[in-house]
């Protein structure tokens, strides 16, 4: 994360604290789980870190849900959407309610490779409708940074905590 943190604030030497979070909780992989460290290392109190953090995170959701119904980009991606939906099992025929409740949970736990740009390919497959995949993977990057927050606050005992 700290180097992530260094190359952003190296690209955009003006570019304040608060915005190097903003474009780390935005991208894959690292996204708010490791935004919320790194916005703690920054010197930034967790009151300014969290919100931004979530923000950051579901800025590009929005995009990315609205772009996977493009024909264009369902063509480009057919391998990894049909391997996707291959893995989704039974919750693909689920109730909405169901679907909102796994999308959730499986956003909000956080591990790698279960954050919202995850969440919002998963959302995409399941055919949930756009204000549905967005509240339940809001609210599941809501979870996590409540997660990585208090582990990241816990310090070395969450660290421990997070490993048990």
Known sequence: ???????????????????????IAGLPIVELRGAVPVGLWLGLPITTVFPLAVIGNMVP??????????PAIQKLFKPLLDRAESKAGSIINASEDKQWAALALFVGIPLPGTGAWTG???????????????????AGVVSAGVIMSALTMAGRKGG?????
């Open 160 to 164: 421990i905590a997070a490993l048990a």
């Open 120 to 138: 919002a390919l998963a959302a995409f497959v399941l055919g949930m409708p756009l204000m549905t995949s967005l509240t339940a993977i809001f």
């Open 61 to 70: 959701i929005i995009p990315m849900l609205l772009l996977l119904k493009s």
């Open 1 to 23: 994360g700290q180097k992530i943190a260094k190359t952003v604030s190296s690209a955009f030497p003006s570019l304040p604290p608060t915005g190097v979070l903003s474009i």
